[in-house]
């Protein structure tokens, strides 16, 4: 077992926060190889917000430590073994990724950052193709998130940092114990927001030992390679957020979310058609889905993510959602899926989840569960998609996750920049981004 206390007090000299190009949720690469297959070459850019302005990131983590672990992420390559791993993936049946696929993963090397200090804050980007820009977003969080307390520990005293890791490991452990005895199925989804790689690491090897059947996997391909789990991921919220603002009209923007279930079910066919409907407020996704593709899909795909809203009143929605499109209630207990993946405690979900009517409910849970201190805890951060098609700017609001994430500004109209390839310097033309009033997403 890792001595965790040891590490903090003694560290080796490469312990980098990100060792692997595995070392990502597992969604990047199935949404990678949708975006690689449908729109390559596509430019966007993403950076990181701290949600939490009051933490002091970069009062907290020196510069060129941060520097010097994201300069170590460019310098990795996937090995023949990695390739080997995802060349094998057949979960569902069949391989997941081509051999055209995987021979770009093979020169995949992430591409520049840009690194600034503004105040407290840094300001961290990338800019570039969105099949290679795609891999930074949780490694950036990673990155961040483990190097923030490593230097908060350093103000700790040995026996501080002994006792802290004694309390986190028996706190874990009892939550599991918890988890195992209420039946709760879950998967581990905390990569992003991790402590650190080896106590991601060592919380799974608990966690698989504590829940057996129960812990359905993880979204860190890295370590479900190495601990023989299921990686779990379908898709993010990025799709539809870049296929809306590369749209060319209105009628293409308001279709542009449904889009993303067309290419993605021809790409996977059943195994992944779990959609995530909440990307512009999924009260407007379901309403306005056009009627044969509603049925088509209420029918055929697996289930939902639900990813923000009350878990239990979002997964009463998609049942009756799924009734109202003829879907009978014994089909809906043993086929369809309902992944709970935002707003969730441990404590609570017996209580908030055991009334739901019959799913195959699965949880997400990042199983960190190690705070250095209350006052002390790591920032709520976002790498968020920020532009798209190289971007010279964005006014009167901002590319955002959804209605539903309280960050859409309705009734404003984003002017953007945009081109499908490099265009000559008179050749950029202005496009008027829709209105969120278009979908029906109001707050």
Excluded at 52 to 80: F, G, M, N, Q, Y
Excluded at 95 to 117: G, H, I, R, V, W
Aim: glycine share 6%.
């Amino acid at each position: 077992m890792t001595d965790f206390a040891e590490r903090v007090i003694n560290p080796k000299t490469d312990d980098f926060s990100v060792r692997s190009l595995m070392d990502v949720d597992f969604y990047k690469f199935t949404m990678g190889q949708f975006i690689f297959k449908n729109y390559a070459g596509v430019r966007v850019k993403f950076k990181l917000i701290n949600r939490d302005p009051d933490i002091p990131l970069a009062e907290v983590i020196p510069e060129e430590e941060l520097r010097k672990h994201l300069d170590h992420v460019r310098s990795l390559t996937l090995r023949r073994t990695d390739l080997s791993f995802l060349r094998g993936m057949d979960v569902y049946g069949k391989n997941m990724f081509d051999e055209e696929y995987l021979a770009a993963l093979s020169t995949l090397q992430l591409p520049q950052f840009d690194l600034k200090m503004t105040g407290d804050q840094f300001e961290l980007s990338v800019e570039a193709a969105w099949e290679e820009a795609t891999f930074w977003e949780t490694i950036m969080l990673a990155v961040i998130s483990e190097l923030y307390y490593r230097n908060l520990m350093k103000r700790m005293t040995p026996y501080e940092t002994r006792i802290l890791y004694g309390r986190a490991t028996d706190k874990l452990y009892g939550k599991l114990k918890s988890l195992k005895a209420n039946g709760t199925s879950f998967s581990d989804f905390g990569q992003r927001r991790r402590h650190s790689f080896l106590w991601q690491q060592f919380a799974l090897e608990m966690a698989t030992e504590v829940m057996g059947d129960l812990l359905g996997g993880t979204s860190n391909t890295w370590m479900a390679f190495n601990q023989d789990l299921m990686p779990i991921g379908t898709n993010g919220h990025e799709l539809p957020m870049v296929i809306t603002a590369i749209a060319e009209d209105d009628d293409a923007k308001r279709s542009a979310q449904y889009e993303v279930l067309g290419h993605w079910e021809e790409l996977y066919g059943e195994g992944l058609l779990v959609m995530l409907p909440d990307t512009y407020g999924s009260e407007q996704f379901f309403h306005n889905m056009p009627d044969d593709l509603a049925t088509h899909v209420a029918h055929k795909w697996r289930g939902q993510r639900q990813d923000s809203g009350d878990p239990g009143d979002e997964c009463r929605k998609f049942i009756n959602w799924l009734k109202s499109k003829n879907v009978n209630s014994d089909v809906i207990t043993r086929k369809k899926i309902n992944i709970f993946s935002d707003g969730l405690d441990v404590d609570q979900m017996p209580r908030d989840l055991g009334d739901l009517p019959p799913t195959r409910d699965v949880a997400v849970l990042g199983l960190d569960d190690l705070a250095v201190a209350p006052e002390c805890e790591a920032g709520d951060l976002l790498e968020r998609l920020a532009c798209v098609d190289s971007l010279d700017q964005i006014t009167e609001g901002e590319l955002a996750l959804a209605q539903d994430h309280g960050v859409v500004q309705t009734g404003r109209e984003w002017k953007l920049w945009t081109h499908r390839r490099e265009p000559a310097a008179d050749e950029h033309r202005e496009l008027g981004v829709a209105r969120l009033d278009l979908l029906g997403a109001h707050p």
